[in-house]
């Protein structure tokens, strides 16, 4: 059974930052895409970042030029590396694993809360 674990969220000042990272276990397989997804309070979840196996990543506008995407395809590891946060980067942040095989098969994690207070 496919696990994503969740780490690295917090509590930061605006202007801080923080690193997630996102764990898969429970597949021998690649997957064709990992990403961050986030939804705050009364608003739907959003994508934040994507990376596919070979390394092209694609950002919401929000956060370009401010959040950085990564992933280690040997250890099925994703990471976002987050800087200059502002308030309205306040939100429970998702890992997205997404596997092409035949259907699209996407896996979650439980979910790590970023919150940017003073």
């Known amino acids: 059974q496919v696990q994503l674990v969740e780490s690295g969220g917090g509590l930061v000042q605006p202007g801080g930052s923080l690193r997630l990272s996102c764990a898969a276990s429970g597949t021998p397989y690649r997957f064709n895409t990992m990403g961050w997804y986030r939804q705050a309070p009364g608003k739907e979840r959003e994508l934040v970042a994507v990376?596919?196996?070979?390394?092209?990543?694609n950002y919401a506008d929000s956060v370009k030029g401010r959040f950085t995407i990564s992933r280690d395809n040997a250890e099925n590891t994703v990471y976002l590396q987050m800087n200059s946060l502002k308030s309205e980067d306040t939100a429970a942040y998702y890992c997205?694993?997404?596997?092409?095989?035949?259907?699209?098969?996407?896996?979650w994690g439980q979910g790590t809360q970023v919150t940017v207070s003073s």
């Open positions: 997205n694993a997404r596997l092409f095989a035949g259907l699209v098969l996407d896996y």
């Open positions: 990376i596919t196996t070979g390394g092209s990543t």
